[in-house]
Nanobody, 123 residues
Framework: QLQLVESGGGLVQPGGSLRLSCVAS????????IGWYRQVPGKERESVSCIHRSDGSTYYRPSVKVRFTIYRDNAKNTVYLQMNNLEPGDTATYYCAAKGGPLSTEERDYFYWGRGTQVTVSS
């Protein structure tokens, strides 16, 4: 069964850090561009960051660019999202997704999705 599984979410105070993991099972992430998305109930899912399948190029939405880092460890079949200096506005369910080809922030371009991990930033 081909699937992505996110982990690493939780409750953290403003200014804190979390590292999200996206692990693939049933297929190798090598060769796939990976995106992280987030969604708050009642709002549309939004692109947070993505990393190219091979050249390491990345994208960050402006509000997280200085605070978040996406990177991959193909040996562990995992993509990470390191989130520092978290803000209450980062509270959401975070999803990872995989696609072939180049970077994209378009949801419709991704064909494997995880079920999400909840991140709550609150004092």
């Amino acid at each position: 069964q081909l699937q992505l599984v996110e982990s690493g979410g939780g409750l953290v105070q403003p200014g804190g850090s979390l590292r999200l993991s996206c692990v693939a099972s049933g297929f190798s992430l090598d060769g796939y561009s990976i995106g992280w998305y987030r969604q708050v109930p009642g709002k549309e899912r939004e692109s947070v960051s993505c990393i190219h399948r091979s050249d390491g190029s990345t994208y960050y939405r402006p509000s997280v660019k200085v605070r978040f880092t996406i990177y991959r460890d193909n040996a562990k079949n995992t993509v990470y999202l390191q989130m520092n200096n978290l803000e209450p506005g980062d509270t959401a369910t975070y999803y990872c997704a995989a696609k072939g080809g180049p970077l994209s922030t378009e949801e419709r371009d991704y064909f494997y999705w995880g079920r999400g991990t909840q991140v709550t930033v609150s004092s």
